[in-house]
């Protein structure tokens, strides 16, 4: 059973910094794309982040790139979502997810596309 558990979430200021972390367990990821998405109150779960396990192909959403990266341990299952520069309107519960079609396109930003999801972890960011 493939599971994914996030942590690193937290309260921090504008402008600070971030780690999240999700370790990923049950299966063998080599040919999956690895997701981070996040969902404010009274919004829908929106595209951040994903990557190939390989690390060949990535994609960001336009309001995180040059702030976020998204990245995989070599010697551990898990994917990283470092986070700069931090604003209030990056608050909201981050969620790991998987897609294991093994496609060869581009990371897909639908959240429908992806198979497991972690139970999220919170951020609040203050101003």
């Known amino acids: 059973q493939v599971q994914l558990v996030e942590s690193g979430g937290g309260l921090v200021q504008t402008g600070d910094s971030l780690r999240l972390s999700c370790v990923v367990s049950?299966?063998?990821?080599?040919?999956?794309?690895m997701a981070w998405f996040r969902q404010a109150p009274g919004k829908e779960r929106e595209f951040v982040a994903a990557?190939?396990?390989?690390?060949?192909?990535?994609r960001y959403e336009d309001s995180v790139k040059g702030r976020f990266t998204i990245s995989r341990s070599a010697a551990a299952d898990t994917v990283y979502l470092q986070m700069k520069s931090l604003k209030p309107e990056d608050t909201a519960v981050y969620y790991c997810?998987?897609?294991?079609?093994?496609?060869?396109?581009?990371?897909?930003?639908?959240?429908?596309?992806?198979?497991?999801w972690g139970h999220g972890t919170q951020v609040t960011v203050s101003s």
């Open positions: 997810a998987v897609d294991r079609k093994q496609r060869s396109a581009p990371p897909d930003m639908r959240a429908d596309e992806y198979d497991y």
């Open positions: 990557m190939s396990w390989r690390g060949d192909r990535y």
């Open positions: 049950g299966g063998t990821f080599a040919r999956d794309i």
